[in-house]
T-cell receptor, first 112, second 114 residues
């Protein structure tokens, strides 16, 4: 089983749509969870951390279900500028401090 | 805003040659990482580095790879004898002591091995 698994997409949505991405992780002892955004040929950038209580940042809402080992990201009122690949990222317990384990990403294309 | 920088942005080399990829982490950061991303694939952890030594390395990081922080500012990744399959984007990242939310990535070096 992959350490972090995501639907690769692409998700093609019109501006203003709501879109949801899902992710599962295999290591039940994982400590921290994140959504990153990656634009084509650029570095990953932290979008938001994900907490068990859920968290919201503007149009973005992230949820974590530890029992199901499931992470989600909801984007409301999609903008053209949201077009990117969204990476589900997990920080497992290890001796390597905070190595990050990345999913393969879900591609989002927002069209006018 | 402080940022991680990497040089060169692109490198083309012949198979079997040595390459050194350079990174300047953010100045007050303590933990340093290298990741790589083969075109079309996921970002993969290579190695973490703290207090002038490797703290963890992945299976990818074999004897052909080495890292060092020679002068307290630069953080380098050396590939001793490049293979075709080393072609990838290599990202450096640095982090404070406050946890993975403070891990910032550099813009990457695109390595092409011919």
């Amino acid at each position: 089983r992959k350490e972090v698994e995501q639907d690769p997409g692409p998700f093609n949505v019109p501006e203003g749509a709501t879109v949801a991405f899902n992710c599962t992780y295999s290591n039940s002892a994982s400590q921290s969870f994140f959504w990153y955004r990656q634009d084509c040929r650029k570095e990953p950038k932290l979008l938001m951390s994900v907490y068990s209580s859920g968290n919201e940042d503007g149009r973005f809402t992230a949820q974590l279900n530890r029992a199901s080992q499931y992470i989600s990201l909801l984007i409301r009122d999609s903008k053209l500028s949201d077009s990117a690949t969204y990476l589900c990222v997990v920080n497992p317990i290890s001796g390597g401090y905070n190595k990050l384990i990345f999913g393969a990403g879900t591609r989002l294309a927002v069209h006018p | 805003e402080p940022e991680v920088t990497q040089t060169p942005s692109h490198q083309v080399t012949q198979m079997g040659q040595e390459v050194i990829l350079r990174c300047v982490p953010i100045s007050n950061h303590l933990y340093f990482y290298w990741y790589r991303q083969i075109l079309g694939q996921k970002v993969e952890f290579l190695v973490s580095f703290y207090n002038n030594e490797i703290s963890e390395k992945s299976e990818i990081f074999d004897d052909q790879f080495s890292v060092e922080r020679p002068d307290g500012s630069n953080f380098t990744l050396k590939i001793r004898s490049t293979k075709l399959e080393d072609s990838a984007m290599y990202f450096c990242a640095s982090e404070t002591s406050k946890g993975p939310e403070t891990q910032y990535f550099g813009p990457g070096t695109r390595l092409l091995v011919l």
